[in-house]
């Protein structure tokens, strides 16, 4: 599993510029997917050979002084509850503040490692009093950088990874099926494991948001053992006008990266909404297999048509995962709610599915007889050989002996071949293109 490093800090002591900084300036990349680059909210960082995600909760900020503060906390408890590491930000340049220190203390009382990073330090030999105020915070060695300069943030990242629990990143855990329930709050998704679990495990009632944790429940069905991460949506305070939909982002984030299925739920009777889209966009852009259930299926009034039209929505809706199955179920009345399982079980095999060699070549050179490379001022794209490299999802490298002329729309035509020859129904698939000079 990839830890996962939760920034928090007050608005304005540079939590973006360094978010931006670590994840690179592949970050402001905004692709087609109608995904979650465009919100920086969370990206993959690399150092010294540790992978982690990086979630900015300071991708929400309130809009009043008065507000910060109990803003601030609920940034605290979203960290904290979904973090491996917390990486704290203050302001050298402002120094230490009551806001500062209140969440300091909350973070103490979590128990999870925290990084304590004092930003806009240009100059480190002026550093010393600037620093050293805050040791006051009880939360150890400050370090001292500048997000802006980029100066000082190895020493930090060089401490953020020390606190990895080595155990954890090993985990790939047993033969356990991890299955994530991620959609907006409100959406039943703590019915649907009350549901599965036959019992009230979880609370359900109608605010939206108030199931407060992700929670992990353990479900036997046929011999068959899976764990249900719910997601759950986030409880409203009324006195904060704080994003909802960009918290529930970051909820996801945490629930999908432990997962190995995601189950994309839709409110049936609100329709299917471009934050259904981000939320998936998430599952896509991670490679986990996926399935779209519309839930409260029993709620709307239907004619020969709806589920048609529903399928159409969700078709434009989730045009960038035209391989997740979809399934209408309803959680109050337990309507399809056992055939998950069996999508659920499909999906994540399909996810793991391994093709020799021999067979992805006898494919490939059929799909290159039936509809020839593209060509680019009289140079033709040749592909090779291909092979699979790995699973979860499969990834496969293409050898060519020009990346340029390997079009994007070739590329969709050859997934659609392997997935017409071999299905895998519920799992993106990946490509890797390498170049190789001369025939082999």
Same mark, same amino acid.
Request: no cysteine.
């Given at each position: 599993?990839?830890?996962?490093?939760?920034?928090?800090?007050?608005?304005n002591?540079?939590?973006?510029?360094? @978010?931006?900084?670590?994840?690179?300036?592949?970050?402001?990349?905004?692709?087609?997917?109608?995904?979650?680059?465009?919100?920086?909210?969370?990206?993959? +960082?690399? =150092?010294?050979?540790?992978?982690?995600?990086?979630?900015?909760?300071?991708?929400?900020?309130? !809009?009043?002084?008065?507000?910060? %503060?109990?803003?601030?906390?609920?940034?605290?408890?979203?960290?904290?509850?979904?973090?491996?590491?917390?990486?704290?930000?203050?302001?050298?340049?402002?120094?230490?503040?009551?806001?500062?220190?209140? +969440?300091?203390? /909350?973070?103490?009382?979590?128990?999870?490692?925290?990084?304590?990073?004092?930003?806009?330090? !240009?100059?480190?030999?002026k550093?010393?009093?600037e620093?050293?105020?805050?040791?006051?915070?009880?939360?150890?060695?400050p370090?001292?950088?500048?997000?802006?300069? /980029?100066? $000082?943030?190895?020493? /930090?990242?060089?401490?953020?990874?020390?606190?990895?629990?080595?155990?954890?990143?090993?985990?790939?855990?047993?033969?356990?099926?991890? +299955?994530?329930?991620?959609?907006?709050?409100?959406?039943?998704?703590?019915? %649907?494991?009350?549901?599965?679990?036959?019992?009230?495990?979880?609370? +359900? *009632?109608?605010?939206?948001?108030?199931?407060?944790?992700?929670?992990?429940?353990?479900?036997?069905?046929?011999?068959?053992?899976?764990?249900?991460?719910?997601?759950?949506?986030?409880?409203?305070?009324?006195?904060?006008?704080?994003?909802? #939909?960009?918290?529930?982002?970051?909820? *996801?984030?945490?629930?999908?990266?432990r997962?190995?299925?995601?189950?994309?739920?839709?409110?049936?009777?609100?329709?299917?909404?471009?934050? !259904?889209?981000?939320?998936?966009?998430?599952?896509?852009?991670?490679?986990?297999?996926?399935?779209? &259930?519309?839930?409260? =299926?029993?709620?709307?009034?239907?004619? !020969?048509?709806?589920?048609?039209?529903?399928?159409?929505?969700?078709?434009?809706?989730?045009?960038?995962?035209?391989?997740?199955?979809?399934?209408?179920?309803?959680?109050?009345?337990?309507?399809? &709610?056992?055939?998950?399982?069996?999508t659920? #079980?499909?999906?994540?095999?399909?996810?793991?599915?391994?093709?020799?060699?021999g067979? %992805?070549?006898?494919?490939l050179?059929?799909?290159?007889? /039936?509809?020839?490379?593209? *060509?680019?001022?009289?140079?033709?794209?040749?592909?090779?050989?291909?092979?699979?490299?790995?699973?979860?999802?499969?990834?496969?490298?293409?050898?060519?002996?020009?990346r340029?002329?390997?079009?994007?729309?070739?590329?969709?035509?050859?997934?659609?071949?392997?997935?017409?020859?071999?299905? @895998?129904?519920?799992?993106?698939?990946? @490509?890797?293109?390498?170049?190789?000079? $001369?025939? #082999?």
């Amino acid at each position: 599993m990839k830890p996962i490093v939760a920034v928090v800090g007050r608005p304005n002591v540079g939590k973006s510029t360094l @978010f931006n900084r670590l994840a690179g300036e592949r970050i402001s990349i905004v692709e087609d997917t109608p995904g979650v680059t465009r919100d920086r909210i969370y990206a993959d +960082v690399e =150092w010294l050979n540790y992978n982690f995600t990086l979630i900015d909760t300071g991708g929400i900020e309130p !809009d009043s002084d008065d507000l910060i %503060l109990s803003h601030m906390r609920k940034q605290a408890e979203i960290a904290i509850e979904t973090a491996s590491v917390i990486l704290f930000i203050v302001d050298g340049k402002t120094g230490l503040t009551d806001t500062d220190a209140e +969440v300091a203390t /909350m973070l103490r009382k979590a128990k999870k490692p925290v990084v304590l990073a004092v930003n806009k330090i !240009d100059d480190r030999n002026k550093m010393s009093y600037e620093v050293y105020e805050f040791y006051n915070l009880g939360l150890g060695d400050p370090f001292p950088i500048s997000a802006e300069q /980029m100066l $000082g943030l190895g020493d /930090m990242l060089d401490e953020v990874v020390k606190n990895f629990d080595q155990d954890e990143i090993k985990e790939e855990d047993d033969d356990i099926l991890k +299955v994530a329930i991620i959609g907006k709050p409100n959406v039943g998704k703590s019915s %649907l494991i009350n549901k599965i679990l036959g019992e009230n495990r979880v609370i +359900v *009632s109608d605010i939206a948001g108030t199931t407060r944790d992700a929670i992990d429940t353990p479900v036997t069905v046929d011999g068959k053992e899976f764990v249900f991460i719910d997601t759950a949506g986030i409880r409203r305070k009324s006195k904060i006008k704080e994003d909802i #939909e960009k918290y529930s982002i970051v909820r *996801s984030v945490s629930a999908i990266e432990r997962a190995g299925v995601a189950v994309i739920l839709i409110d049936a009777e609100k329709g299917v909404t471009e934050q !259904d889209a981000k939320i998936a966009g998430i599952a896509h852009e991670r490679g986990k297999a996926s399935i779209i &259930v519309v839930n409260k =299926w029993d709620a709307i009034e239907k004619d !020969d048509k709806t589920m048609y039209r529903y399928m159409n929505d969700l078709g434009e809706t989730f045009s960038f995962m035209t391989y997740a199955p979809m399934m209408f179920i309803s959680a109050k009345t337990g309507l399809r &709610v056992n055939k998950l399982f069996e999508t659920i #079980e499909m999906v994540s095999q399909n996810h793991a599915l391994r093709v020799s060699t021999g067979l %992805l070549n006898d494919i490939l050179y059929e799909a290159m007889a /039936m509809n020839q490379p593209p *060509s680019d001022k009289g140079k033709r794209l040749k592909i090779y050989y291909m092979t699979q490299v790995s699973v979860k999802p499969p990834t496969f490298v293409l050898f060519v002996n020009d990346r340029q002329l390997m079009h994007f729309s070739y590329r969709r035509y050859i997934e659609n071949q392997l997935r017409e020859a071999f299905g @895998f129904k519920g799992t993106p698939i990946r @490509f890797i293109v390498r170049e190789r000079k $001369g025939k #082999e």
